[in-house]
């Protein structure tokens, strides 16, 4: 927590951490061979509580993946949309709930009351998420898609 005043710095080192960490996340949930990253839906065991993986685009460098993860009806489903770099091993962050434009900086309070760091902080977000479905999941089937935590 930063002292009321300071101005926000951003930190690329901490970031690009991240995005390396969701990439091994995302490539464990996938598929162990970046050419063939397949769709796959992960259960945490409660009742319409699941995250979906869907490979949108495909291609030998980059892939195109929407993740959705369905939450209680009362607070509604998440979703993002993530650009993965087979070739940099890293993840970018395009959209969050339909959000796509992000600056590099907000000041605070402003129209859409974001938060300094709020592409870092659904960054981060994401790869909790990730690290919660590697750690709570396992395949079934060879060939299944599905993973049930």
Same mark, same amino acid.
Request: with cysteine.
């Given at each position: 927590? &930063?002292?009321?005043?300071? *101005?926000?710095?951003?930190?690329? #080192?901490?970031? #690009?951490? @991240?995005?390396?960490?969701?990439?091994?996340?995302?490539? @464990?949930?996938?598929? &162990?061979?970046?050419?063939?990253?397949?769709?796959?839906?992960?259960?945490?065991?409660?009742?319409?509580?699941? !995250?979906?993986?869907?490979?949108?685009?495909?291609?030998?460098?980059?892939? !195109?993946?929407?993740?959705? &993860?369905?939450?209680?009806?009362?607070?509604?489903? #998440?979703? %993002?949309?993530?650009?993965?770099?087979?070739?940099?091993?890293?993840?970018?962050?395009?959209? %969050?709930?339909?959000? *796509?434009?992000?600056?590099? &900086?907000?000041?605070?309070?402003? !129209?859409?009351? *974001?938060?300094?760091?709020?592409?870092? @902080?659904?960054?981060?977000?994401?790869?909790?998420?990730?690290?919660?479905?590697?750690?709570?999941?396992?395949?079934?089937?060879? @060939?299944?898609? !599905? #993973?049930?935590?």
């Amino acid at each position: 927590m &930063r002292p009321l005043g300071q *101005r926000y710095q951003f930190d690329l #080192l901490e970031y #690009l951490n @991240q995005c390396d960490l969701n990439y091994v996340y995302l490539f @464990q949930l996938l598929c &162990r061979d970046t050419s063939a990253f397949k769709s796959t839906v992960v259960s945490l065991g409660a009742v319409n509580e699941e !995250t979906t993986f869907e490979v949108i685009d495909n291609t030998r460098y980059t892939s !195109t993946v929407k993740i959705t &993860r369905k939450m209680p009806s009362r607070v509604g489903d #998440l979703e %993002f949309t993530v650009r993965v770099f087979h070739d940099l091993q890293c993840t970018d962050l395009m959209s %969050f709930q339909g959000e *796509r434009e992000y600056d590099p &900086r907000y000041t605070y309070p402003n !129209t859409r009351m *974001r938060s300094p760091d709020e592409k870092t @902080q659904n960054t981060r977000f994401l790869g909790e998420i990730l690290k919660l479905c590697v750690s709570k999941g396992r395949k079934f089937a060879k @060939q299944s898609s !599905t #993973l049930t935590c």
